[in-house]
C-alpha cells in the first residue's frame, strides 16, 4: 500500500525553464514532508522540506508547495540547470516513520 | 567528516547464506535507519534505531535483525537470503527523529541473491 505517490516516472525539462514535480499522499496524518535527489550509485540527499503546517517553503531556486486539502505537493525548480538532472523522491514521515514516493527522473535538455 | 559509510559495495549471494551489511556514520547522530530500495519502486524503511541499544521495526522488516551496541555503528544481518531480498539497500542517520531533521544517506549496497 503506498502511502506516497509519484504519478510521473520521468519529466523532461529545457534548460532555464521551469520544473514542476508532483507528489500526493494518502495519510492526513504526516507531519512532515521532504524531497530528495538521487545521482545514480549514490544515496538520496536532502533537497528542501516544509512542515504539515505550512504550504510554501523556499530554498534559493527550489520551492516546495503544499496542499493539505488536496493531499498534494509539489517542486518547483526555477531556472533548471543540466546539474538538477537526478531521479527526485518525495518523501513523508509520522513520528519516526518515513514512506517515500517511487521518484521522478528529471532531465535537463541544454 | 566521512558522514556514512556502508560495506560492501556490491555483494552476490546464494539462496539461504547470511550475511551482515555494515553501516557506520561519524557525525554523532543519534538516529540510523536501513531502507531497501526495489527497481521501479521508492525507499522502504526496514529497521532504525533512536540510539544504541535501541531499535524499533519499521514498514519492512521481514527476514532481517539489527544491532545497535554503539552510537555509530548499525549493522544489518540477512539470516536466511531469499531472491526477494535483492535490492540496494541504503543506511542513513539523523541527528534526532522526525521529517524537521535531514537524514543523511550512504552510498548503498547492491545485494544479489540468486
Known amino acids: 500500500d503506498q502511502q506516497v505517490k509519484q504519478n510521473s516516472p520521468s519529466l523532461s525539462v529545457q534548460e532555464g525553464r521551469i520544473s514542476i514535480l508532483n507528489c500526493d499522499y494518502t495519510?492526513?496524518?504526516?507531519?512532515?514532508f521532504l524531497w530528495y535527489k538521487k545521482y545514480p550509485a549514490e544515496g538520496p540527499t536532502f533537497l528542501i522540506s516544509i512542515s504539515s503546517i505550512k504550504d510554501k517553503n523556499e530554498d534559493g531556486r527550489f520551492t516546495v508547495f503544499l496542499n493539505k486539502s488536496a493531499k498534494h505537493l509539489s517542486l518547483h525548480i526555477v531556472p533548471s540547470q543540466p546539474g538538477d538532472s537526478a531521479v527526485y523522491f518525495c518523501?513523508?514521515?509520522?513520528?519516526?516513520?518515513?514512506?517515500f514516493g517511487t521518484g521522478t527522473s528529471l532531465t535537463v535538455i541544454p | 567528516n566521512a558522514g556514512v559509510t556502508q560495506t560492501p559495495k556490491f555483494r552476490i549471494l546464494k539462496i539461504g547464506q547470511s550475511m551482515t551489511l555494515q553501516c557506520a556514520q561519524d557525525?554523532?547522530?543519534?538516529?540510523m535507519y536501513w531502507y531497501r530500495q526495489d527497481p521501479g519502486m521508492g525507499l522502504k524503511l526496514i529497521y532504525y534505531s533512536v540510539g544504541a541499544g535501541i531499535t524499533d521495526k519499521g514498514e519492512v522488516p521481514n527476514g532481517y535483525n539489527v544491532s545497535r551496541s554503539t552510537t555509530e555503528d548499525f549493522p544489518l544481518r540477512l539470516e536466511l537470503a531469499a531472491p526477494s531480498q535483492t535490492s540496494v539497500y541504503f543506511c542513513?542517520?539523523?541527528?534526532?527523529?522526525?521529517?524537521?531533521?535531514?537524514?543523511?544517506f550512504g552510498p548503498g549496497t547492491r545485494l544479489t541473491v540468486t
Open positions: 495519510n492526513s496524518m504526516f507531519d512532515y
Open positions: 542513513a542517520s539523523s541527528l534526532l527523529a522526525g521529517g524537521y531533521y535531514e537524514q543523511y
Open positions: 557525525m554523532n547522530h543519534n538516529y
Open positions: 518523501a513523508a514521515s509520522e513520528g519516526n516513520q518515513f514512506y
